[in-house]
Structure formats: structure tokens, C-alpha cells
């Protein structure tokens, strides 16, 4: 059982600043190593404000774009445009304010109308540089991560590396790709972002369950996420209250 290592900051800037500073960190110790920084990006109000982060000049001179891999661990079936979109939110955040090569940049393509066929696409994609380095994710009040919700067929998945999903019933209209437990959990390094207090209580729960070894995967996806690699969730206060560290 991989219990996180959890970092709890006073308030949700220093969460970002932390995450930021953390991501430089392994951005730089990537590329040494391998040659090349492969990450999965999230979406979500936490993880756009570490994009914006990023974007700012005194943090992106320390990240080598050309050398850095961002895919996506899920998107909604959306145009590349929508409001709804990740790649929108990613893009308007960090992507159009960074040198990073537009082929460094491996968007799902969730618009298209065969996302069986999208899944399959961006699965060859993500193949070739699997392990990534690092995956960033956040958790659903529902307890869910990238687009694995609870009591979808996606949550037994477990040789392919992205999938289609049915709706979600956050969106029941939506249907979305995810990248897959086997994606997450083969991750050098694996994030868990979260901030504000209506994430506490499902925090505490899920962190408990960990801890005593009560897994309850279809009820809280994200007590799936087990990776060989390093496990960090990282809270501010208000979404850290249900426990101490």
C-alpha cells in the first residue's frame, strides 16, 4: 500500500509557490537523467494557478521548454476552444507565455467523434515516453482523479494507457478521454494538488483508508492511485483540516 507523502502549507499561494518550486526542481533532475522532462498536466483552479506560476519570467527561465513533454491526463469531448476544454485552460495559462516547441505539446483529441480511435491515437503518443516523469492531478469532491469516476468501467482498466469514458455525472452531456491507473501509477513522480475546504473531508477519508488499508476504489478513484514512484500530495491548510501530518 503507497501511503503520500503530505505537505500542508498555510494558504493556497504557498501551495502554488511550493508546487512550483517542486517542479522546477524535477524538471531540472529529468533532463539531467534522461534527457527530457515528460509530464501530465491537470486541470482545475489549483493547477491553472501553478501553470500561471510557471509562466512568470523568474520561473520559466529555469525550465528547459525544448526539452519538456506536456501531455494531458484528461480532457472533456469538447473543441480545443471550449471553455470547458483543459487544453484551453493550459494553454491561456502557460503554453502561449512559454518557448515550448508546438510539437512538444501532445493535446488529446477528444473532439474528434471516434474517441475509441482518439484513445488508441494518444495512447502511441504517450507509449513513447512512458514512464512520465510526472503527473499532476487534482481530486473531485465525488473523490474521482483525471476522469476516473467512480463506478466506471475505466476504473478496471489495466494494460491500456488512455482510454474513453462514459459521461461523467458531474457533466452527463461530456464525455471525456483519460489517461488510466496503469499511466498514473507507472509515473516516476505522481502530485496531488488540493486546496480550499470543501476538499477536507474527502481528503481526510481517503488518506485514512490508505492508511489502514481499506481501499474502496469504485466508491473513491483516487484510492487507486498506487505508483511505484514518488507519491506527494500537496494541500493548503483549509484542505489539510481533517488531518496532521
Request: glycine content about 6%; aromatic content about 6%; overall charge negative.
Amino acid at each position: 500500500m503507497k501511503i503520500p507523502t503530505v505537505i500542508v502549507e498555510p494558504n493556497a499561494e504557498q501551495l502554488v509557490a511550493t508546487a512550483a518550486r517542486l517542479f522546477v526542481e524535477c524538471s531540472q533532475e529529468s533532463i539531467a537523467a534522461r534527457g527530457v522532462f515528460s509530464v501530465a498536466l491537470a486541470g482545475g483552479s489549483t493547477p491553472r494557478a501553478l501553470y500561471q506560476l510557471l509562466s512568470e519570467r523568474s520561473m520559466r527561465m529555469q525550465i528547459d521548454w525544448k526539452r519538456t513533454q506536456f501531455f494531458f491526463g484528461d480532457e472533456r469531448a469538447v473543441a480545443q476552444d471550449d471553455e470547458l476544454s483543459n487544453y484551453r485552460m493550459a494553454r491561456e495559462a502557460l503554453l502561449a507565455h512559454v518557448p515550448i516547441p508546438e510539437e512538444n505539446v501532445h493535446r488529446m483529441p477528444a473532439e474528434r467523434d471516434d474517441l475509441e480511435a482518439a484513445a488508441e491515437e494518444y495512447e502511441t503518443e504517450l507509449a513513447e515516453y512512458s514512464p512520465l516523469d510526472l503527473v499532476l492531478l487534482g481530486m473531485g469532491d465525488d473523490g474521482h482523479t483525471a476522469s476516473l469516476f467512480p463506478g466506471s468501467p475505466a476504473l478496471d482498466e489495466t494494460s491500456r494507457l488512455c482510454i474513453a469514458t462514459p459521461v461523467a455525472s458531474l457533466q452527463p452531456h461530456v464525455r471525456r478521454l483519460t489517461i488510466s491507473y496503469r499511466t498514473i501509477n507507472e509515473a516516476r513522480n505522481v502530485w496531488l494538488l488540493l486546496s480550499g475546504q470543501s476538499k477536507a473531508a474527502r481528503a481526510s477519508e481517503v488518506l485514512g483508508g490508505l492508511k489502514n488499508g481499506e481501499l474502496e476504489i469504485q466508491r473513491l478513484p483516487i484510492q487507486g492511485v498506487q505508483p511505484g514512484g514518488e507519491y506527494l500530495w500537496l494541500l493548503d491548510v483549509k484542505a489539510g483540516l481533517g488531518f496532521k501530518e
